[in-house]
């Protein structure tokens, strides 16, 4: 990709400097941070290693000053690359103190009280055993963050939009090569390790997500693994991907039909589309997350049982606010959202379209490339 | 694969029986799971869909009888196919109760104590303060699990093993074709695309783990991300994958050379090759994994800050035991271990190998393809 990989040291301490601005207004004397995304949008520190549950890794953000490591050694080298200076190690796992002590130490110097990711989407990614004893051992009060991280992380910066649109064209080129690998009596799943190849030819690091499935008039659910049942004739395709750029994800699906295609499924696709025009024009600044879901459900018939139609995205797969009835959020230039009507074709039956957008000053603005009305045949 | 998809019921009920007699044993009312392999090894669910951090998932092991699953009414579909009957949805995510209150009904139903995996390895998949809702709610006391979930899953089924042995085949042939995609002036960070290719033409499902190095004499370290940064002749190239078949692992690696290997890295390759033989020999039921990190230490030149040389492995990437001069854990027959000697070659430069066997009655036996002592050149 053209773009350079990493962000300058600039980005983290703007980060820095918006949660400790929220920090000092709820008087908390520490974040603490232990999830994949949550050290890595105060760090820069990108591995896939995170895969292994083995070890714990901790950031402690103070009130003032800048951020400290507590990690375990085997990531002292790549941690050393960032922008962090003050990184303290030990030699994980270690059985009998796997970082306790250190970790309990450097909250200590920063002060409590010590605000910890506890709503919506977070966990405490470390053993609860430890995290008892870090309390009693830190002597500090323990809080919830105040939703401060997931607030700083839903307004992402320019650079972090530039990522998350290379994603997205990464995935368009991706889509525009589906004819390459399915047809009639092709396994949808080959056809998921085919188009996750494709993924990687057109320049994707890795693909932590890849969703879909097939049939005539829809699918009955988006979240099943492939199974090596073969396309036919008239069947609809839907592959719907997350594929990371420089750990930034897109999230979005396209539909396809094997030969040609029925009279439902070429309406329900063109209503899918017409109800992702809908959300695309009332996705503004001031506008609440409810009402984009109201203009999309209006088009495509739905009612509130037929849940969330889209979600913020960014680091992660899925994150911040849902496009659902219930959510409130008012948008901000900045947010990066997508839009995924769904419309039911028959009884068990759905399908789903989705695309990545950015909320700007003026209103919304594609990420993806965004897809046509006719029900594209391979 | 040949292997059918998913496993007998038998299995499970297998498990649940081993997990239920650990419970009577230590007086638990019931385990709350709520992780991706906790709730898989039980249940069969397999789906990538847990990249998505918006929705919890619950899985309550009764003392007797059969689990409960609540889970989002999106997972309904997909956990009406595996062999649970007591399926308990809503509509996630729901900002005021998510879940909560449908959790704490089942668990009130099972009765306490509530046994939450608490240990190593171990983490809560739910906001903290959901827990505290949940324990409030509840009434009932809860407590750690006693590590029966691990002690469960560190003893592999005959089916288990097998689907290991075949993660292990997939990867074997896609290090076969590495002559393939390596070459001077390839970036290494389009070694790893290819490499990810490679595995996914071999029969990978899909590809959640991929790290490795390049250097003259060996690698910096072996969790950073690859760079643009092209190979040259005499590059050690290391590449260490993670490859997923039917939700099980292999995790193993190969070192090869890029034109001609320097007399250094040729002598730690055949010293690396050694190591691992010693800890294959070592590896039996009765000795503790302390005992087969020293067997490999002694040949490997290392000593205790070279960290653990090994570790479980199975429905995740790491797992269990380490092979470290910590961990006294006994091998029993069925326990899959990783063997991963490391050897200093320079300053600030080590080379790794990797191999995966199985603790059988009578000793160990190899699941990957074992690697020879000559360092390959490609």
Known sequence: MSLPRGFDVAEYRDRLARAQGRMADAGL?????????EVRYFTGFLTRFWESPSRPWFLVLPAQGDPVAVIPSIGAAL??????????????PDPKDDGVSLLAEALREAGGPVGVPSHGETHLRMPLADFDRLKAQSGLVFTDDRRIVAGCRAIKSAAEIARIEAACAVAGR?????????????SLAQVFRQFQRLLLEEGADWVPYLAGGAGP???????SPATDAPLVQGDVLMLDTGAVLDGYFCDFD??????????????????LIEATQAGLEAARPGVRACDVWRAMARVAGADEAAGRMGHGL???LTEGLSLSA????????????TLEPVVRTAPGRIMVHEENIVITEGGSRALSPLSGADLRVV
């Open 326 to 337: 219930a959510d409130e959020t008012v948008l901000c230039p900045g947010m990066v959202i």
């Open 314 to 316: 960014g680091m992660q």
């Open 254 to 271: 396209r539909n396809v039909v094997i030969g040609s295609a029925g009279a439902v499924a070429r309406a329900a696709h063109a209503r």
């Open 217 to 223: 008039e829809g699918y009955a659910d988006v979240i």
């Open 174 to 186: 991706a889509f525009d090569r589906v004819g390459e690998i399915a047809a009639p009596g092709v």
């Open 29 to 37: 004397g520490a974040l603490l941070l232990t999830t994949e995304p």
């Open 79 to 92: 941690m050393d690359r960032t922008w962090l200076r003050d990184i303290r190690t030990w030699a994980a």
